[in-house]
Structure formats: C-alpha cells, structure tokens
C-alpha cells in the first residue's frame, strides 16, 4: 500500500536560516508528489507539485523541492526563512494508476520560526 | 487557480442533529471531489470521494450511514453529518481534482458538536 512519512513532526528554525522538510514514500512506480502548506484552522495551498521530468521543482513563496527516486524521497527546502512561513506543511502523493485522484498525506510537519 | 469555497467555515449543533457542509467549485467543474477529516494536530484522512451523477466511494472504517455524500452537479458536492455526536467533532475538508492532476482544497469546515 502507498505511504508518506515525514519523519520530523516538529521543526524549529531561525528567520533568515534555511530549512529542509523531509518526505519519504513508499510506492511501486513514481506517483504524482505535492507539498501542501496548511494554516492553522485553513484549507490547504499548494506550494509545489511533481509530475515528471526535471527533478528539481520551484514552487510558490520561495521553495523548492527536489525528487531523488533512489531514495524515494521529495523533500521541500527553502533557502531563507520568513517568519511568515510559520505554518504546518504536508507531503502528498497521488497513484498514477487506478486510483481516482487519491491523494495520501504524510503526518506533517509543523514549523516555528523563532525571530 | 481554481477556487474552492466550503460552508461554513464553522458551526455548532446539538448532539443528535444533522448537519450539512457544501463545496463548491466556482470557476471550473469537478466531476470528482474528496473529503477529508482532520484531527487536531493530525493529517488528512479521506473519507470518500464523491463523484458526480453516482454513490460516493467511501474509505474503510467510514460509516456511509453517518456520513451522506451527495454530488448532485459539477459544482457541487454536500457532506451531511447525521445524528451528530461529540466525537464527530473535527475538521473537515473537501477537495476537488482537476487535469492535470491537482487538487484544490476548501478552507475547510470546524465542526462542534455539543
């Protein structure tokens, strides 16, 4: 069965400094991957999205995300961080194949921004 | 993008009654939309999808009784929490998917229930 780990549950970084977000899944094939960024008691807005082709992705607000297929990995950074980007991030993947458009969320990450 | 706009944001009812959530597409038409559920500090669950003209398809562990579905057009699919209880208090989510593949989520909907 699909699956999406981000093994950080909680990540703190200073304003200024860079972050990585980590995301792990476990699929048979490439599916479609995104990053979602959720704040708090909102809907979720789509940060970037993996399809195919070049592995480095940009997204919105500044970040980006990289596709290691060896390693099955889709982690999200962002060179500098505003204090603004505070907020709890979701790693998404969605089956290519007979599968309707199900997305499957990692647990998320939440991220403080000490000033 | 497309926009997706879920009512209400919140609300509160009474143990025992019923209540309905609707998500709208407005600038575009979904012949598929999701919802999910979502705990306090927790992830996303999907509960089913809802797929225009026909029964939605509902996650295991979903009781469809409790949770009634309906995607009556292209732009519309409603979630009515039925005889509502305290632990059906949560978050609420609904998506709808367009091609290429992406998704775009409601604000969501705070569900009380006292």
């Known amino acids: 069965a699909q699956s999406v780990t981000q093994p950080d549950i909680h990540i703190t970084v200073s304003e200024g400094a860079s972050l990585e977000l980590r995301c792990n899944y476990s699929?048979?094939?490439?599916?479609?991957l995104f990053w979602y960024v959720q704040s708090p008691g909102q809907g979720l807005q789509l940060l970037l999205k993996?399809?195919?082709?070049?592995?480095l992705v940009q997204g919105i607000k500044g970040f980006e995300a990289e596709f290691k297929r060896s390693q099955s990995s889709f982690n999200l950074r962002k060179p500098s961080v505003h204090w603004s980007d505070a907020a709890e991030y979701f790693c998404?993947?969605?089956?290519?194949?007979?599968?309707?458009?199900?997305?499957?969320f990692g647990q998320g990450t939440e991220l403080s921004v000490k000033p | 993008g497309a926009v997706v706009s879920q009512h209400p944001s919140w609300v509160i009812c009474k143990s025992g009654t019923s209540v309905k959530i609707e998500c709208r597409s407005l600038?575009?038409?979904?012949?598929?939309m999701f919802w999910y559920r979502q705990f306090p500090k927790q992830s996303l669950m999907l509960m089913a999808t809802?797929?225009?003209?026909?029964?939605?398809?509902?996650e295991q562990g979903v009781e469809k009784d409790k949770f009634l579905i309906n995607h009556a057009s292209l732009t519309l699919s409603t979630l009515t929490v039925t005889s509502a209880h305290p632990e059906d208090s949560s978050f609420y989510i609904c998506?709808?998917?367009?091609?290429?593949?992406?998704?775009?989520f409601g604000q969501g909907t705070r569900l009380t229930v006292v």
């Open positions: 993996y399809f195919s082709g070049d592995t």
């Open positions: 600038d575009f038409q979904a012949t598929t």
């Open positions: 998506s709808a998917r367009v091609g290429p593949p992406e998704a775009f």
């Open positions: 699929y048979g094939a490439t599916p479609y």
């Open positions: 809802s797929n225009e003209g026909s029964k939605a398809t509902y």
């Open positions: 998404a993947v969605e089956a290519i194949y007979n599968q309707g458009g199900k997305l499957i």
